[in-house]
């Protein structure tokens, strides 16, 4: 159980008081500070000393003057290695050498010696990103250029690379690394599932920033943009932030650097190759004797930066910027050669009104087995054709640093994204003009403004215009068209031409972001407040069915222009405004060089939730105990708010709209029952002429087509954005010269999750257990009403009332509706331990009544009721890339994370087995891996070793629960997610690996539940497999002068070809062991339950060079 929250209001007040009595500001993540002491060789504080701030790239310089305590102080400087000059009358300059990272802040204290003494100097700071940050308050890492470049990514996506740190997880149902098996239709992940999770806060909880402008997908949970891994600097990770500055997250944070021109020209190429014949067949290829996928993957383009220069013949234009204005851009193309497999049947007569390719050959013709009468069966062929589903992608980065003074400078940032993906799971019976493709366009124009208004005031603005407009959808605007196949050999399954639509969209995005922020000094405190704005505008069209569909019952039916169904859907376009306003002030207070306080407070407000009371104070500390900045002890604690996601608002307020004209939906008008299918066709045949479509003026519509009645959804009126609440302590220490240790403690309670539940859902009258006890206390009528139609029960043998048993009538057919005679009256027996689906009807009819609205069927709410927790020890060690005897050098990053994650629910829209009781849900996570360990590193070999470069990523993980269903609804609440009866002890359900034999004791204490009960087995109760991968990148450079280098790699991923397997996005069902189960079932359930069905993918390897001058 989770403690009740306390209220935020004593929190708010106490940090008002603080804020009132100090000056407050924000620990800058993005940027970096540099301050510290000027004193004289007796150790007194030399006051109006001048220092100097160069950074290396572009010799762009800043300055300060000490005050009368000889403090001084740099903020918002830009990430990279400075050259930092201490200069005063009558002393001799002194320079330091350091190395900084964004969000760092580097203490120095500088001794300036007089004249004479010593005429210059130096000294090399060990200021890198493996000493510790003695005022950082919050719990990260970043991943510096060097790992970005060397680090072997499969994906070649820059936010994977946060899977090398510790307390990060992949997101529930996640498909991320599985293998692309042949011929395969897995489940995806769910679009808002996210795309990592942070310190056991939700996948979809965290907010993703380049160069900290916004770089969210609020409707899908991912990233708007991923720019090409040659544009990236640094990656940084902030897992439980302290900082008011930023929000929108309940989660972390994750931002990438892009890198910047510096005085130099100076550019790259690159090209990396991937080809099947390099890489290891699947376990499931291998298992059923297929050969490996066709594949060719390059991924190719360059980078260039430098001084913009326009040269004379510009004319007027002509212009040097050498040491104001530099550049940076850079492009990637992607293309993956690949093929997708059509093996189906088609008709061989063809069908004028609708033509189809004709079959590829005669050898196997066959008449299939039946037609609709009169319609003669169709005579089929095959049609086997690899139809090219190539991918294409290109990534474009350009990034301008302009500075207009030296108090005064901008940076312009332009990204451009552009995807074509027709890449197919599996083609099977879909015909090409079937196949969908998936688009995505984005586009973001940004500006960053940084004034130094004077020493010790500075103001930042930021501006970003983006537009995204993804879409999935097959190419023709024919409506589609499905035939079932009636093969007499035994292929199955159903034909699909014309086209599809089966989850196609089209959605277009716009956003306009606005920061400003003013940073300033006072003695020991650093003062920082601003606000944000975005405006977000969101069309989403579903086009499913838009179209128009028709069924066909068989091939004959399709010859003969007579559809068993069609269905077509209007009105499908959703648009959602949403306003986010946020501002936050925050103090950083220095008592003493080895103690740091920073608190502030932040409110955020989002217009499309009516949610006005997200104010969110934060507290931070650093204190280093032996004041030689080589340990620190950190704690922090804070509130946080989650942006609200705009798929799921789009769910419920779609519904409200969208209308639907769907044949198999018509009543006769005379007795009310829902047509026959002969009716069905009749109809269709007077009124729709194939393949024509309708319109939503046509009377058809005008009159048949209904809303969502038998289900919708709805937002709950006290909806507001989920957050959590995080604390957080640790330890950072330097053991010795380049070696660093740290150890943090994390606890994250997620708060007022969205959830789902169903709020027509019957309600048990009192005195009853459960639904089961409600329907054996007696008998339920079943008498035909005015126009002939039973409510319950309305086959030609029922009877007038209903009773329900909990044993068969009939012991040999369980799943039969009995019948008895008692006083004259007919009574039907219904068996509520079958397994039929008219068992499941006429008990679901029975309770009808017992609905809050009885006329309508499913509705499900979106409400503010999900709760987790998690606690998570984390043990780090770290080396830096350093020099040793023999030319070996290595940095290494080794973590290891102890956890535990509780939950009531996996995602955003998860249902709990009671409607609405989420409290009986919570269970460990589908995230919860009690143990997870990660390394990675850069190993420079010696030159009696090839002067090789080996960087490897390996990570191992204990075993992740998963959760078993029924597949169906027993419990009689509209919702197909329960779970069996199971009678021994849950920690012996565990995954099974292929062929191994499956438990018939185990099998044994599973039950289905009683139609009206619910099962009694816990969510999650499952173990399954653990995580291994281990990667590997192998690389040489090549000298060619003096001003170039080539360097040739060789990635190779899953090294070992490890079968590690995983459950991917699938459901385990617990089925197939109903009392009249046939055979084919049994066995096919026996080989799967259980058992994954999905790998990781096998040894890939990938050629690689660069060429860099």
Known sequence: MFPSPSHKLWLFAGYALLAASQMVSSQDLDDVSLRGRVRDAHGSVVVGATVTATLRDTARARQAVTDEEGRFSLLELEPGSYIVRAAAP??????????????????????????????????VAETGP???????????????????????????????????????????????????????NPRMTPEEAGLFALSGGPAYSNNLTIEGFDNNDDRAARERFQPSMESVEEVQIITNQFAAEYGRASGGRVNLRVRRGTNELRGKLFDFFRDESLEANTFRNNARGLKRLPLQRHDLGFAVGGPVML??????????????????????????????????????????????????????????????????????????????????????????????????????????????????????????????????????????????????????????????????????????????????????????????????????????????????????????????????????RDLADLAGTYSFASAGDFLANQPSRFRQSFQPDSVQRNVYLAFFAQDEWRPANNFTLSFGLRYERETIIADGDNWGPRIGIAFDPTKGGKMV??????????????????????????????????????????????????????????????????????????????????????????????????????????WMIEANYAWVRGLHLWREFNANAPVLPAGYSDFTAYLLSRDFPNFRDAAGVRPLYDASTAGEFIRFMLTPND???????????????????????????????????????????????????????GNSSYRGLTLETRHRLMGAKGGFS?????????????????????????????????????????????????????????????????RLASSAPFNITLGADRNLDDVDNDRPNFSDDPASIRFRRPGEPLDQKLVQVFSLPTIGSTGNLPRNAGTGPALFAFDLNIARVFRLGESARLQALVECDNVLNKTVFSFGAEFINFNALGANATPEQRSAFKDTFLVPQRTLRPRQIRLGLRLEF
């Not at 001799?92 to 010593?118: F, K, M, R, S, Y």
């Not at 680090?151 to 996640?174: G, H, I, K, M």
């Not at 509780?902 to 009671?914: F, H, K, P, V, Y």
């Open 311 to 540: 040269p004379r013949f510009a004319g007027p234009l002509r212009y040097n910027g050498l040491g104001r204005t530099y550049f940076f851009l850079a492009y990637e193309f992607n293309t993956v050669l690949d093929s997708t497999l059509i093996d189906t049947l088609v008709p061989i007569q063809q069908n004028p009104r609708f033509p189809l390719p004709p079959p590829t050959t005669l050898v196997g013709r066959r008449l299939e087995t039946e037609a609709t009468p009169p319609n003669q069966p169709a005579e089929l062929a095959p049609f086997v054709d690899r139809v090219s589903t190539p991918s294409r992608k290109h990534e474009t980065v350009l990034r301008v640093d302009h500075e207009f003074s030296q108090r005064h400078s901008g940076m312009f940032l332009y990204q451009h994204g552009r995807l074509r993906n027709r890449r197919q799971m599996s083609g099977g019976n879909r015909l090409r003009e079937a196949f969908q493709t998936r688009y995505r366009a984005s586009d973001a124009l940004a500006y960053a403004d940084t004034r130094l208004l004077t020493p010790k005031l500075i103001n930042q603005f930021r501006a970003q215009a983006s537009r995204l407009a993804p879409e999935e959808h097959a190419p023709s605007s024919r409506p589609v068209v499905t035939i079932a196949l009636n093969d007499p050999l035994g292929r199955s399954g159903t034909l699909v031409a014309g086209s599809s639509s089966l989850g196609a969209t089209l959605r277009r995005e716009a956003r306009l972001q606005l920061q400003d922020s003013l940073t300033s000094t006072r003695g020991t405190h650093t003062f920082k407040t601003g606000g944000e704005l975005q405006l977000v505008r969101s069309a989403f």
């Open 130 to 184: 493996y000493v510790p940050d003695v005022s950082r308050t919050v719990i990260g890492a970043t991943v510096t250029r060097e790992e970005v470049e060397s680090l072997p990514v499969q994906s070649r996506a820059p936010y994977d690379l946060v899977f090398t740190l510790s307390n990060v997880t992949e997101p529930p149902f996640s498909d991320r690394d599985l293998a692309e098996d042949r011929d395969s």
């Open 890 to 954: 290595f940095t290494l990053r080794a973590s290891y994370t102890l956890s535990k994650l509780i939950s009531d629910g996996e995602l955003n829209t998860s249902d709990a087995l009671r409607p609405g009781d989420f409290r009986h849900e919570l269970a460990r996570s589908l995230l919860d891996r009690r143990h997870r360990f990660a390394l990675s590193g850069i190993f420079d070999l010696p030159a009696w070793l090839g002067r090789l470069r080996l960087a490897p990523i390996l």
């Open 90 to 123: 009558g002393f001799a300059t002194a320079e330091i050498a350091i190395e900084t990272i964004a969000g760092q802040t580097v203490e120095l204290d500088i001794a300036l010696h007089p004249v004479g003494v010593a005429a210059e100097q130096t000294v």
């Open 633 to 738: 002890l950190r704690a922090g604690a804070g509130i946080f708010y989650n942006r609200a996601l705009l798929r799921t608002i789009d769910d419920f307020t779609l519904g409200t709209r969208r209308l639907i004209f769907d044949t198999d939906l018509l009543r006769d008008p005379a007795t009310g029952r829902a047509l026959t299918p002969a009716q069905r066709r009749a109809f269709i045949a007077a009124n729709l002429n194939f393949p024509e479509t309708l319109t939503l003026s046509s009377p058809l519509v005008q009159r048949f087509a209904t809303s969502e009645t038998g289900f919708m959804r709805r937002l709950d009126p006290n909806l507001r954005i989920p957050e959590s609440y995080q604390l957080s302590f640790g330890i950072e220490r330097e053991i010795k010269r380049g």
């Open 811 to 865: 012991p040999a057919n369980p799943n039969s509706i009995g019948r008895i005679v008692e006083a004259g009256v007919p009574i039907s027996l219904v068996n509520l331990n079958g397994t039929s689906q008219t068992a499941l009807e006429i008990a679901h009819a029975a309770v009808n009544d017992l609905r809050p609205d009885p006329t309508r069927g499913e509705i499900e709410q979106l409400a503010s009721i």
